[in-house]
T-cell receptor, first 114, second 112 residues
């Protein structure tokens, strides 16, 4: 069955380290998204991509970067991890760019920055 | 900037009750509105998507309505069951390009 996976599921790192969270989907969806979820803030969009070589900044993109070299993967990189980036990160994908499609979410990565 | 609010933040009901979850949005020029379910420690699962041209969508015991003029959507759950216990989130899309603005969710507990 097609699916969307995230790895690792849990990560503990130290302030200042570079961290990369992986997202892989097997639906061949054009669109992929990264969100973070925090108590009191809900889900907020970090970066998104509408296809290979396309990336866009979301509401809370500072300190994060993404690259899209193929359809299946959108890794999220924290260039220099900060304690404020402790959060649960969700990746999502959708099939089309016309807003009529549903987003499918991965299981999430819980990141702790010490 | 679109803002989405969900009230109440938490709701506890006995099994069998019909219930309504509320979602309001500030920019009525939405493209679609989606309702999701999130179980503890899990990702989000899409429940219903309402296009801007639609008034409601139904799936089993779930019915979602959309009133763009008043900036409101409701999720109606009929004959609630303990398995319905989860956090329910609504999200609005303001363009044809699939970015979503989420509410903070309503945490629902259905007691046997």
């Amino acid at each position: 069955d097609a699916e969307i996976t995230q790895s690792p599921r849990h990560k503990i790192t130290e302030t200042g380290r570079q961290v990369t969270l992986a997202c892989h989907q097997t639906w061949n969806h054009n669109n992929m998204f990264w969100y973070r979820q925090d108590l009191g803030h809900g889900l907020r969009l970090i970066h998104y991509s509408y296809g290979v070589q396309d990336t866009n900044k979301g509401e809370v993109s500072d300190g994060y970067s993404v690259s899209r070299s193929n359809t299946e993967d959108l890794p999220l990189t924290l260039e220099s991890a900060a304690s404020s980036q402790t959060s649960v990160y969700f990746c999502a994908s959708s099939v089309a760019g016309d807003g009529t499609d549903t987003q499918y979410f991965g299981p999430g990565t819980r990141l702790t920055v010490l | 900037k679109q803002e989405v609010t969900q009230i109440p933040a938490a709701l506890s009901v006995p099994e069998g009750e019909n219930l309504v979850l509320n979602c309001s949005f500030t920019d009525s020029a939405i493209y679609n509105l989606q309702w999701f379910r999130q179980d503890p420690g899990k990702g989000l699962t899409s429940l219903l998507l309402i296009q801007s041209s639609q008034r409601e969508q139904t799936s089993g015991r779930l019915n979602a309505s959309l009133d763009k003029s008043s900036g409101r959507s409701t999720l109606y759950i009929a004959a609630s069951q303990p398995g319905d216990s989860a956090t329910y989130l609504c999200a609005a899309s303001n363009s044809g390009y699939s970015t979503l603005t989420f509410g903070k969710g309503t945490m629902l507990l259905v007691s046997p």
